[in-house]
T-cell receptor, first 115, second 114 residues
């Protein structure tokens, strides 16, 4: 079965703290893609990053970093030195190439950064 | 490059009425997706169109329908509106149907049923 789990429903941190958002996935496909999206209070989802199943390199972009581990089926997202503007709902998503049921989103994690 | 545009921004209807929501994808994108996001909840997949064809639909009743036009824009129609249809409706587009293509979202249409 294809599934995305984000066990953390809500997280609150104080500004400048580091925070990690967890994403665990299940898939029967050997080729798949993982995504993170950010949904600020304004409502529009913003694409942050894509990872291919055959590329386990971690990635860093400014204060954001992503840790992809196939062995544990996880694709975690860390925000370093969090800021109030990071307050949003973050969605992890899983996609694959074939079939008509090609993407599923996790339930989302609501992050609140307190000044 | 213009992003995904949705109209209207807000829509207020009463029970039993019909609503039409519109979406224009990013230029060059052929796939359009519709999602429903009820308050405080995650994304519920509604419909996926590609090249004018309905490719998949989520677990929603038939009163939710849509279409994709030759210019790849799309409409979502909801008939016989019910109170629980109140939600943010998000449209997304992607370049082709490959799983590696990220979806790009519009700002959404907030539908309120009175």
């Amino acid at each position: 079965a294809q599934k995305v789990t984000q066990a953390q429903t809500e997280i609150s941190v104080v500004e400048k703290e580091d925070v990690t958002l967890d994403c665990v996935y299940e898939t029967r496909d050997t080729t798949y893609y993982l995504f993170w999206y950010k949904q600020p209070p304004s409502g529009e989802l913003v694409f942050l990053i894509r990872r291919n199943s055959f590329d386990e390199q971690n990635e860093i972009s400014g204060r954001y970093s992503w840790n992809f581990q196939k062995s544990t089926s996880s694709f975690n997202f860390t925000i370093t030195a969090s800021q109030v503007v990071d307050s949003a709902v973050y969605f992890c998503a899983l996609s694959w190439d074939f079939g008509d049921d090609k993407v599923i989103f996790g339930p989302g994690t609501s992050l609140s950064v307190i000044p | 490059e213009a992003g995904v545009t949705q109209s209207p921004t807000h829509l207020i209807k009463t029970r039993g009425q019909q609503a039409t929501l519109r979406c224009s994808p990013i230029s060059g994108h052929t796939s359009v997706y519709w999602y429903q996001q009820a308050l405080g909840l995650g994304l519920q997949f509604l419909l996926w169109y590609d090249e004018g064809e309905e490719r998949n639909r989520g677990n929603f009743p038939p009163r939710f329908s849509g279409r994709q036009f030759p210019n790849y824009s799309s409409e979502l129609n909801v008939n016989a509106l019910e109170l629980e249809d109140s939600a943010l409706y998000l449209c997304a587009s992607s370049f082709g149907t490959g799983g590696n293509q990220p979806q790009h979202f519009g700002d959404g249409t907030r539908l309120s049923i009175l």
